[in-house]
């Protein structure tokens, strides 16, 4: 029998096939009535639970005990950030039963959750447009006000066949013929006339509820494949309350004012070309700046750490990446290769490291020169799916400030520490002061993991030990994180506007070293060939999207030792303009980027095209300055702050340049249940 563990202590048995909802009954976290939609003061309403926790993972009231053994159980109620998921998930099925009522011919495809929402693509007999959404909002609002149960039902798979069919949903019956064909029994939700292929979970009604918004409609395929049906993805959010949808909605009003690819357009950052390809970033001059400056600075810090600068070539054979492991098994995320002959084809680069081992075998290696720490900002090319992509975050090339550390066994604790304290220099240096760590293992269920159990027992351990040892924020385990060839530790950033996203990286490996890989060996105190550990890192991750969350970050406005033109000078009238050259001069000797307005404009004018442009500083100089020696200095945070000698203003400059100061440090915005960015989680099958 089934036994089942409460957070109280409480322990109670249960009989075979007990559903979640029957143990909420029985314990009376239902407030006094069952869990299935309908009746009920308010107060019993929120009493109740709208799902649960079931060994760890989150499930519906309709879920079924094991039929043995010892389980732990948790209710969520309304309000729970552990229940938005299942709260939108049925969001979007309450989305798809409005369109349906609204809509002739409609054909569903999947609707799953996503970061703070959820989507249902799906195709109608016309096209559905932004004037359409406020009428499906309202239909949804009727339905979720009549409250009526989701039910579950599972039947054998020819069965949910023939309900496919006679539902009139082609997509849905090809789905289970292809992509579900190993499953022999299938679950349906029906609520109403509304009847859907679904896995689940949901909540027990549409009563919880609490807010719901239609966001937006998108493009997008069937299964993601470009050469199949054009679909449409209708977006939406879904909060408990008013006001979290409220603060929610205000957070992405906000976001959009800060979305880099607007931004990257008004400050003449980045540009992308039709002609040149999707996903394939143009760096303008000043983009280009905000670039070579943050390598400068990742350069210097690479020499003080002890890394030697390596380049290696844009493309590579077929057969280093077979190796590796790259090729073929993450073929569908990599270009076609370049077939020269029948027996020679190339790959553009996918990864740095299978070219950096080739480095480091090119002659044998001692005991003596390990750690070697190589180093290189390498461009590589990877592809995603056209839907996938957006401005600089989701791109087809990118450079990685990548590293690869070869290190004796007994080195890699103190490297992987090593590691850690590069990345989070670079996190202090550019205010991203909210974060925590994440401990990506294997999941010893999955085989797409390289190496024996052992090996990787041992490199989890390691890199865990360190990660406590130096107090960093997380540092839970989380198994199916790690990559093909080994564990990693990545830092998860929180930005300005609440959201998270992942960034540096620090990645443990036993296994491309390994005799089965690339046999890389160095001859230790006893004359004998040992095998070294390899450890990538990369404490930016990709330039690209670095820089896009940088500059949604700092909302375009970066700080002085960042940003592209960081001194404008001023002249207040032509006359001033000898003098105002004899100011940039100066300044540009400190090592200052300075620009100069010569335009024919008053002093306002120019003041206001500089500030909308985000200068840092602003310095005006007037015949009086000129005789003085003398400039007026105007700061974007402090204001206007008088006149100073202009000795004073270069070096005032000159320090909080060197000193690489960040003033103003970015706080996130407190969002109700704020999601991880990219993250999907849907119950469609």
Same mark, same amino acid.
């Given at each position: ?10 322990v109670h ?14 314990t ?42 010892d ?8 309000g729970?950030?552990k ?11 309450v ?27 799906m ?36 069965k ?20 579900l ?39 997008a ?12 993805r ?37 540009t992308t ?31 003080k750490r ?42 553009l ?17 001692s ?37 690869h550390i ?29 974060f ?12 797409k ?33 790690a ?24 990645q ?8 089965e ?13 040992h ?54 001069? *100066?300044? +540009? =000797? !400190? @090592?200052?980027?300075?620009g100069? $307005?010569?335009?024919?404009?008053? %002093?306002g /004018? ?9 200068i ?7 015949? *009086?300055? +000129? =005789? !003085? @020696?003398t400039?007026?200095?105007? $700061?974007?945070?402090?204001?206007? %702050?008088? /006149?100073?000698?202009l ?35 849907g119950?469609?099958?």
């Amino acid at each position: 029998m089934p036994t089942v563990h409460f957070p109280n202590g409480v322990v109670h048995e249960y009989l075979p096939g007990a559903r979640v909802a029957d143990i909420a009954a029985d314990t009376g976290a239902t407030g006094g009535s069952q869990a299935s939609g309908g009746g009920g003061s308010e107060k019993s309403k929120r009493s109740r639970p709208i799902a649960a926790v079931l060994d760890g993972q989150t499930v519906g009231l309709d879920a079924v005990l094991p039929t043995d053994g010892d389980s732990a159980i948790e209710w969520l109620h309304a309000g729970d950030s552990k229940a938005l998921s299942v709260m939108r998930h049925s969001a979007a099925h309450v989305m798809a039963r409005a369109v349906m009522r609204l809509f002739d011919d409609v054909e569903l495809a999947f609707g799953p959750t996503v970061g703070a929402g959820f989507y249902y693509d799906m195709r109608a007999s016309r096209p559905i447009t932004d004037e359409d959404l406020p009428a499906i909002e309202a239909e949804m609002k009727k339905i979720i006000a009549d409250d009526e149960a989701f039910e579950r039902v599972e039947v054998p798979r020819d069965k949910a066949v023939e309900i496919v069919r006679d539902l009139k949903q082609p997509l849905k019956v090809e789905h289970i013929q292809t992509g579900l064909a190993d499953h022999q029994t299938l679950s349906f939700y029906r609520q109403g006339e509304f009847v859907d292929l679904c896995r689940g979970p949901h909540l027990p009604s549409p009563g919880s509820i609490g807010a719901v918004k239609l966001t937006s409609i998108a493009g997008a395929y069937w299964k993601g494949d470009a050469s199949r049906e054009q679909l449409q993805r209708l977006y939406g959010t879904a909060w408990f309350t008013q006001a979290d949808l409220d603060a929610h909605l205000l957070a992405m009003e906000e976001a959009r004012k800060r979305d880099h690819r607007v931004l990257g357009k008004q400050l003449d950052l980045f540009t992308t070309s039709p002609l040149v390809g999707q996903g394939l970033v143009l760096w303008m001059p000043k983009g280009a700046v905000v670039r070579g400056v943050l390598e400068s600075f990742v350069r210097e810090e690479l020499t003080k750490r002890g890394y030697q600068p390596v380049y290696t070539p844009h493309i590579g054979k077929v057969d280093l990446y077979k190796i590796s492991g790259h090729y073929p098994y993450y073929a569908d995320s990599q270009f076609k290769p370049i077939v020269m002959s029948e027996d020679e084809q190339y790959l553009l680069k996918p990864m740095n490291c299978p070219h950096h081992t080739m480095i480091y075998k090119a002659r044998p290696r001692s005991y003596k020169e390990l750690p070697l720490r190589l180093a290189e900002f390498g461009t590589v090319y990877r592809y995603e799916q056209s839907g996938e992509l957006g401005g600089m975050t989701r791109v087809r090339g990118f450079t990685q400030d990548d590293a690869h550390i070869f290190c004796m066994p007994e080195q890699v604790e103190e490297e992987v520490a090593g590691c850690i304290d590069f990345t989070l220099k670079v996190l202090e240096s550019l205010a991203f002061d909210h974060f925590r760590v994440r401990l990506g293992f294997r999941d010893p269920t999955s085989d797409k993991y390289v190496g024996p159990p052992a090996r990787w027992d041992e490199a989890e351990a390691a890199i865990q030990r360190v990660a406590r040892r130096m107090n960093l924020p997380g540092c839970e385990p989380e198994p199916g994180e790690a990559a093909f060839y080994g564990p990693k530790i990545d830092f998860v950033v929180n930005d300005s506007l609440g959201r998270e996203w992942q960034l540096g990286t620090v990645q443990l490996d036993y296994n491309l070293p390994s005799a089965e890989r690339f046999d890389l060996e160095y001859i230790g105190t006893d004359n004998g060939r040992h095998q070294p550990v390899m450890i990538h890192r990369a404490p930016l991750g990709s330039m690209e999207r670095f820089i896009g969350v940088l500059i949604e970050h700092f909302a375009g406005a970066f700080p002085l030792w960042l940003a592209p033109e960081q001194v404008r000078v001023l002249p207040v009238s032509e006359k001033s303009e000898g003098y105002a050259r004899l100011v940039q001069s *100066r300044l +540009e =000797a !400190a @090592g200052l980027r300075v620009g100069l $307005d010569l335009a024919a404009e008053k %002093l306002g /004018a120019k003041v206001r095209t500089a500030q909308l442009e985000l200068i840092p500083c602003m310095v005006v100089c007037g015949p *009086r300055d +000129e =005789a !003085a @020696g003398t400039v007026s200095l105007r $700061d974007r945070l402090d204001g206007d %702050l008088g /006149a100073m000698s202009l000795d004073a203003v270069v070096e005032r400059l000159k320090d909080e340049n060197a000193r690489r100061a960040v003033r103003h440090r970015p706080k996130p915005l407190v969002l109700p249940g704020a999601p991880v960015v990219g993250t999907e989680s849907g119950s469609e099958y």
